[in-house]
């Protein structure tokens, strides 16, 4: 699929956006679909992540060992030619990269390429709090990255999809 946009969220244990918890990518449709946790999870993170974003996961079978989380994500982003990611963070874009790349382990091929578009203009972000003000089951599961990059995806398309 050439060309398509994947909406991206990631969720990190750290103040700075370093440590990534879970990542998941949605396309334009909302068909085609990418959700990950990192098994183990980050040992120390912040009050707010331990309260409010760990208890949230899914687990399971999307908790996943970094090897896996790797390939998993890699044969996933390989489905697409030149796809455009965006998200309203770039912390998330260097999440993605580090995650592409093997969480810093060495001998990874280069990954798959993608561009990234950052929106954080404020039309997108008002609609975001539109679909989480219209969707109290979605608000209640803020800040799992799937959730957040359903609300992305949903925002961007309500503006027409424009500035791409």
């Known amino acids: 699929m050439h060309g398509m946009r994947l909406f991206l969220d990631c969720e990190w244990s750290d103040p700075e956006g370093h440590q990534l918890v879970s990542l998941a990518l949605v396309d334009a449709s909302g068909q085609h679909r990418f959700y990950a946790e990192r098994d183990p999870l980050p040992s120390t993170p912040s009050d707010f992540v331990r309260e409010v974003v760990y ?3 899914d687990r399971g079978i999307t908790a996943l060992p970094d090897l896996a989380f790797t390939e998993a994500l890699r044969a996933f982003l390989a489905s697409f030619e030149d796809p455009l990611i965006l998200a309203d963070a770039g912390e998330d874009f260097a999440l993605l990269s580090h995650a592409l790349g093997g969480f810093g382990q060495p001998g990874w091929p280069p990954a ?16 975001i709090e539109d679909y989480f003000d219209a969707r109290p089951e979605a608000r209640e599961r803020r800040h799992h990255a799937m959730v957040d990059a359903e609300a992305l995806r949903w925002a961007f398309e309500k503006i027409g999809g424009a500035r791409s």
Request: without cysteine; positive net charge.
């Open 55 to 57: 208890p949230l996961l």
């Open 112 to 127: 798959p390429p993608w561009r990234p578009m950052l929106v954080i203009f404020g039309d997108v972000l008002m609609r």
